[in-house]
């Protein structure tokens, strides 16, 4: 998965450099990106079932992982640059995928309160 995610980060450095004059080529290439990056989701989880370790062989390693105090956890899976999905994977205190939410959508921004 690491190997993907630095191929993919070569790649659009290398499309920035050289579509700078061309910005239609870099919108198309950015969405390439995004597309790649949202491509890498959450399919085919089982609660009870799957492992953490099937989950982070399929969706590679979280960006944050939280564990909480009765020894579940958390993982954060943001899918970027400029992506239109954050995975937040549950997982329970045995390491079995329980749910996840993609919590980047109007439900959840509408929670949000100003600081």
Do not use: W
């Not at 959450?42 to 590679?60: F, H, S, Y």
């Not at 579940?72 to 400029?82: M, Q, T, V």
């Amino acid at each position: 998965m690491k190997k993907i995610v630095c191929a993919a980060l070569v790649a659009a450095a290398s499309v920035s450099l050289f579509s700078g004059c061309d910005q239609q080529q870099g919108e198309e290439a950015l969405n390439k990106l995004k597309a790649f990056f949202n491509a890498v989701k959450p399919d085919n989880l089982q609660p009870g079932v799957t492992t953490e370790a099937q989950i982070r062989d399929q969706m590679g390693e979280p960006e944050t992982e939280r564990t909480f105090t009765d020894g579940s956890k958390r993982l954060e899976y943001p899918r970027g640059p400029a992506g239109t999905n954050t995975y937040m994977v549950d997982i329970d205190a045995h390491g079995r995928f329980v749910s996840v939410t993609q919590v980047l959508t109007a439900a959840t921004s509408r929670r949000c309160s100003p600081a």
